[in-house]
């Protein structure tokens, strides 16, 4: 099945990829104007740390509530999640706006952090929805390539027409459109019309009698729930409950092991990118344009779109190849994922850092696709969003440890071997990944199931 048959056969999932394309276009939109300017307002010599704070302010909001999204996703309709949403994004997005004309590092953290508290709902959701509205595993191959390709592209375009703007044209005017890309997205999902999980129907008005009959029994179980105990203690039981059932299963529970190490490195990537890219286009376009940190970040992030762009299709034929299992290709794919950002660390020009950026987001969607795949296909429709939730969860507390230290390390030695180190640990988690599969394995043979 090829991504055009895809979604022209799949009409909700057509619908929510397009929801997809459009709040992600506007969130590389207004990243790079956000980058900037905190660099900005930072000066010289604390910009490492200040893009840290603010990278940590973007993230640690999907630690915090990411195990309660994962429960609300598995209990409330999925598709309603994310209208609220996107909503609920429209009106924060706004909030850039008052942080550029006050000129205040403490609001831009701010407007970062609710805009990412709440998309932690959102992201819950929506990856708990796809194994519902695409069914078996070639189909959830090309539906993950596709949405690994979609983000990559969202981050070329987004990151090119913001760093336009924001370069030419100002700020302002990219806070505003980002705000109005999550309304767009939100009436999109709206009109999405299959089951979302199990238990509730999305957008239908005439249930028959069996969906009735489940609607009642939901209702009463969680009426249970919250007479005999309170709601917050229901929630966190939920939650161990689905880290439990993550513990039980090998694949899910090497999965995660090796996605943390995997949190740490692209922490600090995430760190320092912005970084580099502002250093960097100093070095290439002062002088030339206006805004030579906004082109600089708006080059690489262009670079890391178009690398994921030509990786996905990639992706899609290689996970799909036979000879090798998913698991062979993620493991290797996340060595050369940490190797390629050893190597982009040493890069001493723009355009030689956005060349190996590609090739590093080329086979950086080869590894996503993979272990994507792998957590859907081996996890029960009952706890996909406490699973999601719980890997969200975990990377995100991973990234942000990392986060705080490659800031600060970063302003005392330097960028360049802080992000080698960040390399070098996801090489090492790849490897990790080698060693648990062959002890896995011997158990899984008994099972008659190779990772």
Same mark, same amino acid.
């Given at each position: 099945m090829t991504y055009r048959q895809l979604l022209r056969e799949n009409a909700d999932f057509r619908r929510l990829w397009t929801g997809q394309v459009v709040s992600e276009i506007g969130d590389w939109f207004n990243n790079i104007a956000v980058l900037a300017l905190t660099i900005q307002l930072a000066?010289?010599?604390?910009?490492?740390?200040?893009?840290?704070?603010?990278?940590?302010?973007?993230?640690?909001?999907?630690?915090?509530?990411?195990?309660?999204a994962g429960v609300v996703?598995? #209990?409330?309709?999925?598709?309603?999640?994310?209208?609220?949403?996107?909503?609920s994004r429209a009106v924060l997005a706004l909030g &850039?706006?008052?942080?550029?004309?006050?000129?205040?590092?403490?609001?831009?953290?701010?407007v970062g952090a609710s805009l990412f508290a709440v998309s932690a709902f959102f992201n819950a959701a929506k990856r708990a929805s796809i194994p519902n509205l695409v069914q078996g595993t070639n189909a959830l191959l090309n539906a993950n390539s596709?949405?690994?390709?979609?983000?990559?592209?969202?981050?070329?375009?987004?990151?090119?027409? @913001?760093?336009?703007?924001?370069?030419?044209?100002g700020r302002n005017p990219v806070f505003i459109l980002n705000s109005i890309t999550f309304l767009i997205s939100a009436?999109?999902?709206?009109?999405?019309?299959?089951?979302?999980?199990?238990?509730?129907?999305?957008?239908?008005?005439?249930?028959?009698?069996? +969906?009735?009959?489940?609607?009642?029994?939901?209702?009463?179980?969680?009426?249970?729930?919250?007479?005999?105990?309170?709601?917050?203690?229901?929630?966190?039981?939920? &939650? #161990?409950?689905?880290?439990?059932?993550? +513990?039980?299963?090998?694949?899910l529970a090497a999965v995660f092991i090796v996605a943390a190490g995997w949190g740490l490195g692209n922490g600090v990537a995430r760190a320092l990118y912005s970084v580099? @890219?502002?250093?960097?286009?100093?070095?290439?376009?002062? @002088?030339?344009?206006? +805004?030579?940190?906004?082109?600089?970040?708006?080059?690489?992030?262009?670079?890391?779109?178009?690398?994921?762009?030509?990786?996905?299709?990639?992706?899609?034929?290689?996970?799909?190849?036979?000879?090798?299992?998913?698991?062979? #290709?993620?493991?290797?794919?996340?060595?050369?994922?940490?190797?390629?950002?050893?190597?982009f660390s040493f890069m001493p020009h723009l355009w030689g850092a956005s060349l190996v950026l590609i090739a590093r987001e080329i086979n950086f969607a080869i590894w996503w696709t993979a272990q994507q795949t792998l957590i859907m296909t081996r996890t029960e429709d009952r706890f996909a969003g406490r699973v999601f939730a719980s890997y969200e969860t975990l990377t995100t507390l991973m990234m942000v440890g990392a986060m705080l230290i490659a800031g600060a390390a970063a302003d005392?030695? @330097?960028?360049?071997?802080?992000a080698a180190t960040g390399g070098a640990v996801i090489a090492l988690s790849g490897l990790m990944w080698f060693v648990l599969r062959r002890r896995r394995n011997a158990n899984a043979r008994v099972a008659g199931e190779i990772i």
């Amino acid at each position: 099945m090829t991504y055009r048959q895809l979604l022209r056969e799949n009409a909700d999932f057509r619908r929510l990829w397009t929801g997809q394309v459009v709040s992600e276009i506007g969130d590389w939109f207004n990243n790079i104007a956000v980058l900037a300017l905190t660099i900005q307002l930072a000066g010289r010599g604390r910009e490492g740390q200040a893009v840290a704070f603010y990278a940590i302010a973007r993230h640690l909001p999907l630690f915090v509530f990411g195990p309660i999204a994962g429960v609300v996703v598995d #209990r409330v309709d999925r598709r309603r999640v994310m209208i609220v949403a996107d909503w609920s994004r429209a009106v924060l997005a706004l909030g &850039f706006l008052l942080a550029n004309v006050w000129g205040k590092l403490p609001f831009i953290y701010l407007v970062g952090a609710s805009l990412f508290a709440v998309s932690a709902f959102f992201n819950a959701a929506k990856r708990a929805s796809i194994p519902n509205l695409v069914q078996g595993t070639n189909a959830l191959l090309n539906a993950n390539s596709l949405s690994a390709s979609t983000t990559a592209a969202t981050i070329a375009v987004g990151s090119a027409l @913001g760093g336009l703007l924001s370069t030419f044209a100002g700020r302002n005017p990219v806070f505003i459109l980002n705000s109005i890309t999550f309304l767009i997205s939100a009436e999109m999902i709206r009109r999405i019309r299959t089951v979302s999980n199990r238990q509730l129907a999305v957008g239908s008005e005439n249930l028959d009698e069996e +969906r009735e009959l489940l609607k009642v029994k939901s209702r009463g179980r969680r009426l249970s729930l919250t007479t005999n105990r309170q709601l917050p203690t229901a929630y966190w039981s939920d &939650f #161990r409950e689905g880290l439990r059932y993550v +513990r039980s299963k090998d694949v899910l529970a090497a999965v995660f092991i090796v996605a943390a190490g995997w949190g740490l490195g692209n922490g600090v990537a995430r760190a320092l990118y912005s970084v580099f @890219g502002a250093r960097l286009g100093v070095m290439a376009v002062e @002088g030339i344009v206006a +805004r030579p940190t906004d082109f600089g970040i708006s080059v690489l992030f262009i670079a890391m779109g178009l690398g994921g762009v030509l990786g996905a299709p990639i992706a899609r034929r290689s996970n799909s190849a036979a000879g090798e299992s998913l698991g062979t #290709r993620m493991g290797r794919s996340l060595l050369f994922d940490g190797c390629g950002l050893v190597l982009f660390s040493f890069m001493p020009h723009l355009w030689g850092a956005s060349l190996v950026l590609i090739a590093r987001e080329i086979n950086f969607a080869i590894w996503w696709t993979a272990q994507q795949t792998l957590i859907m296909t081996r996890t029960e429709d009952r706890f996909a969003g406490r699973v999601f939730a719980s890997y969200e969860t975990l990377t995100t507390l991973m990234m942000v440890g990392a986060m705080l230290i490659a800031g600060a390390a970063a302003d005392r030695f @330097g960028i360049r071997p802080v992000a080698a180190t960040g390399g070098a640990v996801i090489a090492l988690s790849g490897l990790m990944w080698f060693v648990l599969r062959r002890r896995r394995n011997a158990n899984a043979r008994v099972a008659g199931e190779i990772i």
